[in-house]
């Protein structure tokens, strides 16, 4: 199986984010890790390959910073890495991102693309279903286990509320990963050092600009939440909150 | 031709998805500020008896998108159904509910039609004369205004919790009621799906707990999962978590809160290191009261939270459970 992934470097969880000048996007002097969906992506494509064999991709779009997604995914054992290099693939739509990307990969036959079910910046949860109707595939989201059948696929949806969907799907497909699909794997010492000679592809904007056009939907505007609740924060040292915690607990909120 | 609105209802196994009764507020909403016609949708194989549901409702008309091969749901037959019947009827706007079924084809609908879905709003504004979704940002820490730069019709999700279900209006009469026969060759499905289940293992109930213990990330590790279940009991209520902690496999997945875990709305939520990721909110922000833990002031769950504790739960919450113990006794 040859296995393409899309991954995004994302804002740390607990970073402290800041808005840029123009209120129209973050700081960008942030640490940043990968977003989390696409590490579970990554692992279920290396245990794919190490069950079936194959090769295993993948692909980034955003600045010199990304490559550190890909730096890590080598290490982990992905085969090679795309990166979609500019500044300029952070401000683009699902759409948009998703015509880079089937530029990029149009002469390449994967078996299977895989993303992670959303980006932790945006969360668009659209980049791997444009992709696939961009290419013409069937896709599936939100899985949870994929095993190889005789004439395809059988994929494990998950729904809402607790249920599940086992879907026979055909390959080529594209898939989207949800979180706890698998156990992640950490890097090894020797992966680390592996990963320093393999092939790591760079594309620029300008390879892929004929196939993206303007973004179809622009962020206005972008600021700190209002707050619809009125919120009482407890001060003081531990044991005065626990006092103060257990009085709201018995008068206001009245369940002790 | 006056400009319209549709809202797609959602059905699932031939019952409406009660989530659709917000799209349908939201729909009602825009339509009363805009003076566009509301018209609703619902797609699937013998689907006339929820028609009929929504048409009691204040609506211009109900239109039953019907065809064999809309059942079971797959996303090629959804995807393909709608494409047909919006570039005939050309909507201003279609609204969906955001769910797990909508993710899985509203992309692939706007794809194929060239537009674009601004999903997952928590809202719209009126200004002047655009029209501007409000969604959130970054895991809920921002949030942004987002307008349209293309043609019509405009595709908008809106989440679980965004409008009021009870407020929707109901119709002076029946709004009417058209079928729309699709035809979709059934060779163009490509996907197989089988029967919807639960998972056996999915034994504890949380929605019917009063006080509920909620963990997240902050507890940094399995052992200390301990001292929120000891809080718990103390509280007597029940332990639950967020996403990655279940996927860590340090609590149960039935014990999980979210969009893709159980809703629950106890009279308490105590959160501890719990950030407050949009997928947490949805299944927990009709808590009577929510009591959030967290040792970053910027975490998303303050801005719901009731009482808030910026702080280390690790020196706060021992004490809290003697506290507790001793007003108990």
């Known amino acids: 199986m040859k296995i393409l992934v899309c991954m995004k470097q994302v804002p740390q969880k607990d970073a402290p984010l800041k808005l840029n000048e123009a209120g129209t996007w973050i700081r960008e002097d942030v640490s940043y890790e990968v977003n989390e969906p696409d590490a579970y992506a990554l692992e279920e494509a290396l245990r794919q390959k190490e069950k079936h064999g194959g090769e295993v991709v993948v692909i980034t779009a955003g600045p010199a910073r990304a490559q550190q997604v890909l730096r890590e995914a080598l290490a982990k054992g992905a085969d090679r890495a795309i990166h979609l290099e500019d500044a300029g693939f952070v401000g683009l739509d699902a759409y948009n991102t998703a015509r880079a990307f089937a530029a990029t990969i149009k002469d390449e036959q994967f078996d299977l693309i895989f993303t992670g079910l959303q980006s932790d910046d945006y969360g668009f949860a659209q980049t791997g279903v444009i992709l696939a109707q961009l290419l013409g595939r069937p896709h599936a989201t939100i899985i949870m286990q994929i095993e190889k059948t005789d004439g395809g696929i059988q994929v494990k949806r998950e729904l809402e509320a607790g249920y599940f969907q086992f879907v026979d799907m055909p390959l080529p497909a594209v898939l989207t990963i949800q979180s706890g699909i698998n156990k992640l794997r950490y890097a090894t010492l020797i992966g680390i050092k592996q990963a320093k000679n393999k092939p790591l592809q760079k594309v620029s904007m300008a390879e892929v600009q004929s196939a993206v056009g303007a973004n179809m939907q622009k962020i206005e505007r972008m600021y700190i939440p209002h707050k619809s609740k009125k919120t009482e924060f407890l001060e003081g040292g531990a044991s005065e909150i626990a006092k103060k915690l257990v009085d709201k607990l018995r008068n206001e909120i009245r369940v002790l | ?329």
């Open chain 2, 1 to 329: 031709m006056p400009e319209t609105i549709l809202v797609v209802v959602e059905q699932r196994e031939g019952k409406l998805n009660r989530v659709s009764w917000e799209t349908v507020a939201a729909g009602q909403a825009l339509a009363a500020e805009t003076g566009w016609t509301l018209e609703t949708a619902v797609v699937g194989l013998g689907v006339a008896s929820i028609a009929n549901e929504v048409a009691s409702t204040k609506v211009s008309k109900v239109y039953s998108i019907e065809s064999a091969a809309l059942n079971p749901y797959t996303p090629d037959a959804f995807s393909a159904a709608l494409k047909q019947f919006l570039d005939s009827q050309k909507p201003r706007i279609v609204l969906m509910p955001h769910t797990y079924q909508v993710r899985d084809f509203i992309p692939q609908l706007a794809t194929a039609m060239q537009r674009t879905v601004i999903s997952d709003c928590i809202g719209y504004r009126k200004d002047g004369d655009r029209l501007l979704f409000t969604r959130q940002m970054f895991q809920g820490k921002f949030a942004a205004d987002v307008s349209f730069a293309c043609d019509t019709p405009w595709f908008v999700t809106f989440q679980n919790g965004a409008f009021r279900g009870d407020k929707v209006e109901s119709g002076a009469s029946a709004a009417p009621v058209q079928t729309v026969n699709i035809e979709l060759p059934v060779d163009t499905i490509r996907n197989k799906p089988q029967e919807v289940f639960k998972e056996a293992k999915q034994a504890v109930d949380l929605t019917q707990a009063e006080i509920i213990v909620s963990v997240g990330r902050g507890i940094k590790e399995q052992k200390n999962i301990e001292l929120a279940k000891q809080l718990a009991d103390a509280l007597g209520g029940e332990i639950a978590a967020s996403r990655p902690i279940c996927d860590s496999g340090w609590l149960p997945m039935d014990r999980q809160i979210g969009s893709s875990g159980q809703t629950v709305a106890p009279k308490l939520y105590l959160a501890l290191g719990i950030s407050g990721a949009i997928q947490h909110i949805v299944g927990m922000k009709g808590a009577r009261s929510v009591v959030a833990i967290n040792k970053d002031n910027e975490a998303p769950i303050f801005e719901i939270a009731d009482v808030a504790v910026v702080g280390n739960l690790f020196d706060i919450v021992p004490p809290l459970i003697e506290e507790v113990k001793k007003a108990k006794a």
